[in-house]
């Protein structure tokens, strides 16, 4: 008898794949997003294309606050009509594990407006590198809405060594010799900004005169610092404006006019 | 004299034999503590945050309450670069042993933990020097699970086998990095950080 139910009891059990995990970094993706960036850009593009004014949101560090988050796209979801696109900053994860990953994108996912995601340090621990080219794509990737171009970088240089180039100058190399794509206004996102612990400040200097060679760059943005900031890193007129992480329950939210720009700081 | 003579070689000849009894005490005990090394069961297991399966082997003692287990776990290649290879170090506790029929026994409860690492050099036991102090304060290779499950035994023909038993378990378990990442999230839900697995134990000894 036990001879027989046995191999019910490994279909039964087998069906339960849910809670069939090989180790916390298997990488062995069990939902169905994969290159979300790629995914979402061509959408940000269309919606953003005939519009005189564009509404974005930067938010970042949901790690270990799912429950925030999922407030945060129950929030958003209220006001789709307003907002355009939303940069998430990084840091999806806490220990760059493969569950941690799929718990956020999962409600991310539940988002109504296309969002493009950051890679944070955190989300490259152990293989979370890995897991987050599988399911965002390049970690260096630009967009254009309307006329802005949005050059997004991975900037955690401290958790590489040389071999990776971070930030990846020949990256922007490409991007500012791009002559195939229409813009006329930059803005550079980043997960940790200049002058942070995980920014490879020997080149800071270098890399914001580099980056000022994009058309009109407008500010920058960045995660990383689990607090609102909004400073003029090199007294050159660039703002760094960085958000806090969401479990203190707030977003900036930005506009772009054709000729200037706003922000408000929201709580939810 | 000739008695006195006798006398002592008799007494030396009950020495010597006293010496060998010892001497044989001594080396059976010797034997006996070795052999208590041999493992007694290998394992296999499906899952379990170990490795997509792990092979192993191990002892059980304290009238067969307890079982340490030693295995060696496969993860393949997903979204790494390569597979890697794990070992896990296996502490289980059976309370309870019910008698069902002849052969056949049910193990209600098995719980305890276990201790996994990965071979694998993108991994820390301790954060790399380039950090700054106390930058990440956890390790990435070791982890530690706390697991509780239930076993069937059935006595296998000693003649006809050479195993003595094959018991059919099954257990659920959680990790230290899932528990921290529950901690204040009501949305995380026991299907999202409990890890099933199932296995058998093949009884040698």
Known sequence: ?268 | MTLFLLLIGTLQAQESSEDEARYTKRVEKYISRWEKLIPRYSKIQYAGSMGLISLGTGWNYYRNHWETDVLLGLVPRYSDRHAMVTMTLKQNYYPWNIPLSDKLSFEPLACGFYINTLFDRDFWGRQPDKYPKGYYWFSTRIRTHIFAGERFTLKLNENKSWHKSISFFYELSTCDLYLINKIGNKSLKPKDYMSLSFGLKLQIL
């Open chain 1, 1 to 268: 008898m036990f001879k027989q139910a046995l191999p019910l009891c490994l279909c039964i059990l087998l069906s339960a794949c849910d809670l069939i995990d090989y180790h916390p970094y298997d990488g062995r993706l069990t939902i169905s997003e994969r290159n979300i960036n790629e995914q979402n850009i061509p959408l940000i593009e269309a919606a953003t294309k005939d519009k005189d004014t564009i509404r974005f949101v930067l938010m970042g560090d949901t790690q270990r606050s799912y429950d925030e988050t999922n407030d945060f796209v129950k929030h958003i979801n209220r006001k789709k009509d307003s907002i355009d696109f939303i940069i998430h900053g990084g840091d999806y994860t806490e220990f760059g594990m493969k569950k941690e990953y799929e718990w956020a994108v999962d409600i991310l996912s539940k988002l109504d407006i296309p969002y493009v995601g950051l890679i944070g340090n955190h989300d490259i621990i152990g293989n979370g590198d890995q897991v987050y080219e599988k399911l965002f794509g390049n970690e260096n990737f630009s967009f254009i809405a309307r006329d802005v171009k949005f050059v997004c970088l991975n900037t955690n240089a401290i958790e590489y060594d040389y071999s990776h180039p971070v930030p990846d100058f020949g990256f922007l190399k490409e991007e500012l010799e791009d002559s195939t794509r229409q813009y006329s206004r930059t803005v550079v996102a980043m997960h940790a900004r200049p002058g942070s612990d995980q920014f490879d400040n020997n080149i800071k200097d270098v890399f914001q005169l580099y980056i000022r060679q994009f058309p009109s760059l407008m500010f920058c943005l960045n995660a990383h610092n689990h607090q609102l900031q909004m400073d003029d890193l090199f007294d050159d007129g660039i703002i760094y404006y960085g958000c806090s992480n969401i479990a203190k329950r707030n977003y900036i939210l930005f506009t772009l006019t054709p000729d200037s720009y706003t922000y408000e700081v929201i709580d939810f």
